[in-house]
């Protein structure tokens, strides 16, 4: 029995640590959360303990009470302004002082003295995510994959761009819904450098698991390398001669609608694919992209994310497939 117990015990705090634990903060606003919760559980653990025992005593055999009607009004009238209004009224206004701070900090305000921080701008769609970089030097775009400066504050502005979604980083704070026609914003920060897991928090349709956001936290310099890479990124060639020319003729007329390459498509139906090949997972976290990770996700991605809004393209030979996807996998910034 007390090993099942450890054993059960064991299991559950298991939870508590990895990429999307909530008890295991990675920055400010998140570690207010977290503090929250813990003060939360013993708050209420406590008060729970309390009305057991009480319960317990309720039950006790008494002798006939030797106070007098009078005095036994005047005990019941103080169990229910103690009980019932005093521990509550305290109980809250505790808790609001710990919350109220709380919620204030994930609030993009003003910072004091020193530059707005950056705006990252994420939007979610039926079932990836579009991530843009506004700059003055060049808007940079990407999907499914999010690089972000570690160790200063990032302001997300948020939205849906078809139904409503969540915008969930657990171990850096609070979640945030995307709302279509309405832009929120949250401000996150991640304290070091780390690979953080997010995901949709808002059911949104059939493949609402398979959301999944993966979160790079990188050192400011290589923020800035990365995002400058992008921005000046040779545009796809376009050489009729090379080797990939007959992958990018089938795109051309197979995907150049839904999707935007650099240099050579402007699709804007699903995700922007010009630096595919970096990215480290497939279909919001479908697949881990690894050679024949694309091929793979072109043969069969309506069988491995049933009723994504790609459609089959069982149409196309094999041979078209495995050039497309070695095609694809060259794309990176
Ligand atoms: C009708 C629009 C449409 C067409 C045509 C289309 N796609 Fe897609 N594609 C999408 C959508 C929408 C998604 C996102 C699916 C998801 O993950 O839920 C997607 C996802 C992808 C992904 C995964 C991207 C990522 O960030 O993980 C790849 C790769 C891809 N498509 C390649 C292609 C190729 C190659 C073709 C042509 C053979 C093609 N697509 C044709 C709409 C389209
Ligand atoms: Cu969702």
Known sequence: MGLVLVLGLVTALGGCSGSHSILDPAGPAAR???????????????????????????????????????????LGLRWILGGGILLPGVTILVLLAFGVPAGQRLLPLPLPGGEPPRVIEVTGHQWWWEVRYPDEAGEVVTANHLVMPAG?????????????????VPRLGGKIDMIPGRINRIRLQA????????????????????????????PPEDFHAWLAARRDAEP?????????????????????????????????VGPDLSDLGARATLGAGTLAMEEG????????????????????HDHLEPEAIQALG???ETLRP
């Open 326 to 328: 070695a095609w694809l």
């Open 293 to 312: 990770a694309i091929a793979r996700w072109l043969a069969e991605h309506q069988r491995l994310k049933p009723g994504n809004r790609m459609p089959a």
């Open 236 to 268: 796809a060639p376009t050489d009729p001669d090379d080797d990939h020319a007959p992958a990018r003729a089938t795109f051309a007329e197979q995907c150049a609608s839904c999707h935007r390459v650099a240099g050579l498509s402007e699709g804007d």
């Open 152 to 168: 200063e504050p990032v302001d997300f502005h948020v939205t849906g761009a078809d139904v409503i979604h969540a915008f969930w």
């Open 32 to 74: 207010d959360v977290a503090w929250l919760w813990w003060g939360m559980l013993i708050g209420f653990g406590l008060v729970f303990l309390m009305v057991v025992a009480l319960w317990l005593a309720a039950f006790r055999p008494r002798e006939r009470s030797e106070h007098s009607p009078d005095e036994e009004r005047r």
């Open 191 to 218: 304290d070091a450098p780390g690979v953080f897991g997010a995901q949709c928090a808002e059911y949104c349709g059939v493949q609402h698991a398979h959301m999944q956001l993966h979160l790079e936290a990188v």
